[in-house]
């Protein structure tokens, strides 16, 4: 299969659930609507506009005009998925402890915006740094509310959700619970389920193989054995570190004539992520998700920081 067909395959199956874009993206057969090429998602919902991982987050990303919402999940001690990368929550609020030993109401009383800078790329605590969040009411969302926020958006704007199975020692049991929560959301054809465990992602498949999958990788096992692995296990996407080497345009390439989409992580410079675009892959996760959109052409706002926190604005891109 040449390249191009391969482009041609992912609109059609990818079309029906993001956002159609403006003269900047590809034209989908057959009549479909068009489809930005590559989509943008905000990882963590762009981590250095907003703090990572929170509806305020995901509102924001939204209102920039992303096309997807990246986010991670943990289960909590009483069996609910929250939004939360590191399963220990000094990094990001002002608790402390693992958040699977805590219960959900437990954690409603971290502040999830506490050490949040702008501009920062992932939350890192610095004291010296701004921290607009602060007190401003932010608690750790459950996954629940992220599908309801995107169910909610039901016009010509409908985001995707890619979520993270982060617990690989508990990976069966995430899995067979994300899957009943996706099913039970009402937008199971907008969500992607995501994980570095080859076992999470084979769990889900044989759970429900109408699920959509995305099979991470850093370094090892290579890109060229991870994109093996998804050819071999059915995972619909491949999203290799977007630094690692071999990533390149014959990557994509191989990736699109075996049917899979391929969706870098974590771009934020423009330059890096205009390499990236002229490679072909048919995504990027991005902290800094209005850089890509205003290489595109599609940023909706001017500000990149919610109205809510107020005070100085992140740069578009990292510099």
């Not at 992932?122 to 309801?148: M, N, V, Y």
Request: with cysteine.
């Amino acid at each position: 299969m040449r390249q191009g067909d391969g482009r041609a395959r992912w609109a059609v199956l990818l079309g029906t659930s993001l956002l159609a874009a403006c003269s900047t993206s590809d034209n989908m057969p057959d009549g479909a609507a068009p489809l930005a090429r590559p989509y943008v998602s905000a990882h963590r919902g762009g981590a250095a506009y907003a703090p990572e991982n929170t509806m305020l987050a995901y509102r924001n990303a939204a209102r920039l005009g992303v096309d997807d919402f990246e986010t991670d999940t943990w289960q909590t001690a009483d069996g609910v998925f929250v939004l939360l990368h590191d399963q220990t929550l000094t990094r990001t609020t002002d608790c402390s402890g693992t958040v699977t030993a805590m219960t959900h109401a437990e954690l409603q009383a971290c502040d999830a915006g506490y050490w949040f800078s702008p501009g920062q790329g992932t939350t890192s605590p610095d004291d010296a740094a701004a921290h607009p969040a602060r007190g401003q009411g932010l608690t750790i969302p459950t996954a629940a509310e992220l599908f309801a926020y995107a169910a909610s958006l039901t016009g010509a704007y409908r985001p995707t959700v890619t979520i993270e199975i982060k617990d690989v020692l508990n990976a069966a049991r995430d899995a067979a619970a994300l899957v009943t929560l996706v099913q039970a959301s009402g937008i199971k054809d907008r969500i992607i389920i995501q994980s570095f465990s080859a076992f999470a992602l084979n769990r889900v498949k044989a759970l429900d193989p109408a699920i959509r999958t995305l099979y991470l990788s850093s370094g090892v096992p290579n890109p060229g054995l991870a994109l093996d692995r998804a050819i071999a296990d059915g995972d619909d996407f491949v999203a290799p570190s977007y630094s690692e080497r071999g990533v390149d345009a014959a990557y994509v390439e191989r990736a699109h004539a075996a049917g899979k989409g391929v969706v870098p992580w974590t771009a934020d410079r423009a330059a890096d992520l205009q390499a990236l675009r002229a490679m072909g892959v048919d995504g990027l996760i991005s902290n800094f998700p209005g850089c890509l959109l205003q290489l595109q052409s599609r940023l909706k706002a001017r500000r990149m920081l919610p109205e809510e926190l107020g005070g100085a604005d992140s740069a578009v891109c990292r510099s």
